[in-house]
């Protein structure tokens, strides 16, 4: 079994100032790490994935995440955010045994301000 | 491709009341999950299926939960003698087969529910 663990519930930011969104991943296995963005009213957009190979993966919307195994950390960046940022994000692992199924962390609440 | 679309959008309901969610997964997926979120949490797993075969309940899914997928295309999540602690957002999301863990997986905008 997986667990996933964001370390801020919520983060508020200015507009154009850079973010980092921390969350901690444990399992006994390899597992895949993936970043979820939800606005108000909506369903989960998949931001980025990390599966193998390069551990700093890029995704939509200028962010990327770096995967350390060693700190067992997969942390969501951008260096310049927009009001239209506003919104919580989730990290979330899967495992090869796990297909589909998601252990999601609980979310941090990004607050962008002018 | 209208992507995967649950329906209603909000239900409120009275303790005690069943009530029945939709999902209509992306045409060519194979494998549709339903997850819940409630306030301030991340979605927890609650079950798949790939075509009309359920592979997997968590234990979350009580008994007074069942899902269909009776003909490998739309899905139904029904909860009955509703409790308030059912009172959160039914999330379902597809994915193609084969599928490679996030790969092509899309979710629908959810239902929320509310026990009064």
């Known amino acids: 079994a997986q667990s996933v663990t964001q370390l801020d519930s919520q983060v508020p930011v200015f507009e154009e100032a850079p973010v980092e969104l921390r969350c901690n991943y444990s399992s006994s296995v390899s597992v895949y790490l993936f970043w979820y963005v939800q606005y108000p009213n909506q369903g989960l957009q998949l931001l980025l994935k990390?599966?193998?190979?390069?551990?700093l993966v890029k995704g939509i919307n200028g962010f990327e995440a770096e995967f350390n195994k060693s700190q067992t950390s997969f942390h969501l960046r951008k260096p310049s955010v927009h009001i239209s940022d506003t919104a919580e994000y989730f990290c979330a692992a899967a495992t090869t045994d796990s297909w589909g199924k998601f252990q999601f962390g609980a979310g941090t609440q990004v607050v962008v301000t002018p | 491709d209208t992507g995967v679309s649950q329906d209603p959008r909000h239900k409120i309901t009275k303790r005690g009341q069943n009530v029945t969610f939709r999902c209509d997964p992306i045409?060519?997926?194979?494998?549709l999950y339903w997850y819940r979120q409630t306030l301030g949490q991340g979605p927890e797993f609650l079950t798949y299926?790939?075509?009309?075969?359920?592979?997997?309940k968590s234990r979350l899914l009580s008994d007074r939960f069942s899902a269909e997928r009776p003909k490998g295309s739309f899905s139904t999540l029904e909860i009955q003698r509703t409790e308030q602690g059912d009172s959160a957002m039914y999330l379902c999301?597809?994915?193609?087969?084969?599928?490679?863990?996030?790969?092509?997986?899309?979710f629908g905008s959810g239902t929320r529910l509310t026990v009064v």
């Open positions: 045409s060519e997926h194979n494998r």
């Open positions: 999301a597809s994915s193609p087969q084969p599928d490679r863990v996030g790969y092509g997986y899309t």
């Open positions: 990390y599966l193998s190979g390069s551990t």
């Open positions: 299926f790939q075509n009309e075969a359920q592979l997997e």
